[in-house]
Nanobody, 122 residues
Framework: QVHLVESGGGLVQAGDSLRLSCAAS????????MAWFRQAPGKERTFVAG?????NYAAFVKGRFTISRDNAKNTVYLQMNSLKPEDTAVYYC??????????????????WGQGTQVTVSS
């Protein structure tokens, strides 16, 4: 059974940094697209960053967030710098069962983690 487990969230101040981790188990994802999404209270879950045969980012995080992966550890990371209060959300890790492309569409992902809360105070 596949599990994605996020960690690294917390409460920080504006301008601080956090590094989220997503550890996968049950199968390897070295040739599968993986991504981070986020969901703020009362809002839809939205794409943040993806990694596969290339990396892509939502416009609102470009230059501040970096997605990376360690295939040996079956883990994907999200380094978040210069955090803003509007980055406050639950952050979810996602993985595709097929395809290497890091899609920005929620419906293209087959596996999801339980989420980790990121709160940025002003």
């Amino acid at each position: 059974q596949v599990h994605l487990v996020e960690s690294g969230g917390g409460l920080v101040q504006a301008g601080d940094s956090l590094r989220l981790s997503c550890a996968a188990s049950g199968r390897t994802f070295s040739r599968n697209g993986m991504a981070w999404f986020r969901q703020a209270p009362g809002k839809e879950r939205t794409f943040v960053a993806g990694v596969g045969d290339w990396t892509n980012y939502a416009a609102f995080v470009k230059g501040r967030f970096t997605i990376s992966r360690d295939n040996a550890k079956n883990t994907v990371y999200l380094q978040m710098n210069s955090l803003k209060p509007e980055d406050t959300a639950v952050y979810y890790c996602a993985a595709r069962s097929k395809y290497y492309r890091p899609s920005s569409e929620r419906e293209d992902y087959d596996y999801w983690g339980q989420g980790t809360q990121v709160t940025v105070s002003s």
